[in-house]
């Protein structure tokens, strides 16, 4: 396998991030796993930490609200994104309902990295932001948005309705994507940041789900909802020339990320696997061809290799983000990847460990179900491979369907 070295910084931080994973998600993981919707009440001693180390400049949350380091002129950077990554895949290594749990580290932070002005990055610098985009009409084709605002003196007022909003109950603010002029389609879509008390917002019910289900998934109601007038993220205008770039830009942020939380939930289940067919006596060797070994080390190592593909994938992805390259496509590979690979490393994992993979005595079983999510919120599978194929080909939105 490739072994990439880390700066020191971010080794630092990301040995800090496996011990949290160790010490305090994996020990409560099946807890919480059957007690949805409860609070992890273990996760609050982790929220003064993680400022703490963000103050520092060696931050849990990383890429939270930080730009990244720019790049210089001589060379490049490894910034906040990648910090970031490096983080969540250790944390998912612990466990991936609760890593969307921990304060401060939503995927509406990554939102507001993405395009916030300095200004707000001040501002919002100690939130914690979950993000609200899918609607009851509408789940892949963010383009579909029908939730509105409208600016009335120096307030906007907000609304529409919010499903599966990751984190929509705990987290202090909310990055909403609404229509400013319906008329003018998605180039009219912006990204606001609503605080958790603003009036007019209230949670209507919290999803059960099949996994992730430390996590809270909420949905929300946004009814005559007022937010200042500067929480709009970027600019107010419609360029319907230029489209709704601007909110996208979020997706090539937050997609890299979700690609390492399935990387770092392959990486558990890998371990786990190579434990039980270890005990089991098969053995798995790097020094002979996989078809004159026993045939679960040959699927062990098949699975073993997707996964290195999909973590190379998301370190591409991320670290193109911190130097300021544009990364749609890559950002839409490394989520298709990885969240494929996720899926499919976790479900096989559970048929070749046979009854342990079947029953709770180990994770494998919950890390099966809570896989599945991580190939569909931040865009689909099937999205992913439509966006490829669109940037590959050169075609349109409107080119290719």
Known sequence: MINLELPKKLKASANQAHQVAAQILRPISRKYDLAEHEYP?????????????????TGASGAA???????SVIGNANGGNMASLMNVIETCWGDVGLTLSIPYQGLGNSAIAAVATDEQLERFGKVWASMAITE??????????TATAVLDGDEWVLNGEKI?????ERSTHIVVWASVDRTKGRAAIKSFVVPRD??????????HKLGVKASDTA???????R????NI?????????????GVMQTFDNTRPIVAGMAVGLGRAVLEELRSILSEAGVEVSYDVPANNQHAAAAEFLALEADWEAAYLLALRATWMADNKKPNSLEASMSKAKAGRTGTAASLKAVELAGTQGYSQRPLLEKWARDSKILDIFEGTQQIQQLIVARRLLGKSSAELK
């Open 198 to 207: 603003a009036p007019g917002l209230s949670v209507a019910r919290l999803e």
């Open 65 to 71: 609200l930080g730009r990244g380091d720019a790049p």
């Open 233 to 245: 993220l970027g600019d107010a205008e419609v360029n319907v020339e230029k489209g709704f770039g």
């Open 164 to 168: 599966f909003v990751t984190a929509g």
């Open 41 to 57: 009440v273990e996760l609050d001693t982790m929220a003064a930490m993680v400022e703490g180390l963000n103050d520092s400049g």
């Open 136 to 145: 009851p009409s509408f789940g892949s084709d963010s383009a579909a948005v």
């Open 227 to 230: 937010i200042p007038k500067d």
């Open 219 to 225: 949905v929300l109601l946004l009814q005559d909802c």
